[in-house]
């Protein structure tokens, strides 16, 4: 198992476009996090998968954000109509091992950085 | 609400040295854990180090130890014999321990080490 990949790395696009980032966790973990990253600050939760199921969204996921972990593998996030507010870093990790418990932690991918122009 | 709260933006040690990270939390649970996660340049997101709430021994990990003061609700990093590896953003984190595992993250201190 190689970890948990995001694609893409970097996605620069015009204020008005969707785009759609790819998380693929580690297969084993049961759980899978989304998580945006603006310059100098921590991460924020934004939305959370128990396999295939979204089993919260925070606040900060407005309705032109959506979230997809479909057959609970692989997970989508899409930003419609993107607004220069939404460049930030996107990161999506995965936990919980069978057996294990939230003292696991996570493990992250290395992001997404969007860049909306 | 759980808050976690680090009062150092940035921190600068010589290499060899040791320095302590800071990290304070807010939580009326019992039952939770804390973390610090280390992010380097390249951005990916490691974890150094976690404790468990009930434990009153400070976790360790080679150089890196933890300073636990569950009364005062801090969690303190402490690296020992610092290297140039150790520069990036160091983040602490908590979560319930019977939550959706939904971590709760500080504003990060930037560690620069000196050659």
């Known amino acids: 198992d190689t970890g948990v990949s995001q694609d893409p790395r970097h996605k620069i696009t015009k204020r008005g476009q969707n785009v759609t980032f790819r998380c693929d966790p580690i297969?084993?973990?049961?759980?899978l996090y989304w998580y945006r990253q603006t310059l100098g600050q921590g991460p924020e939760f934004l939305t959370y998968f128990q396999n295939e199921a979204q089993l919260e969204k925070s606040r900060l996921l407005s309705d032109r954000f959506s979230a997809e972990r479909p057959k609970g593998s692989f997970s989508t996030l899409e930003i419609q109509r993107t607004e220069q507010g939404d460049s930030a870093m996107y990161l999506c990790?995965?936990?919980?091992?069978?057996?294990?418990?939230?003292?696991?932690?996570?493990?992250f991918g290395s992001g997404t950085r969007l860049t909306v122009v | 609400a759980q808050t976690v709260t680090q009062s150092q933006p940035e921190m600068s040690v010589q290499e060899a040295e040791t320095v302590t990270l800071s990290c304070t939390y807010d939580?009326?649970?019992?039952?939770?854990?804390l973390f610090w996660y280390k992010q380097p340049p390249s951005r990916q997101m490691i974890l150094v180090i976690r404790q468990e709430a009930y434990k009153q021994q400070n976790a360790t990990e080679n150089r890196f130890s933890v300073n636990f003061q569950k009364a005062a609700k801090s969690f303190s990093l402490k690296i020992s014999d610092s290297q140039l590896g150790d520069a990036a953003m160091y983040f602490c984190?908590?979560?319930?321990?019977?939550?959706?595992?939904?971590?709760?993250f500080g504003k990060g201190t930037k560690l620069s080490v000196k050659p």
């Open positions: 984190a908590s979560v319930y321990g019977g939550s959706q595992g939904n971590l709760i």
């Open positions: 990790a995965s936990s919980l091992r069978p057996g294990g418990s939230n003292l696991d932690g996570y493990t």
């Open positions: 939580t009326s649970e019992s039952d939770y854990y």
């Open positions: 297969s084993e973990h049961n759980r």
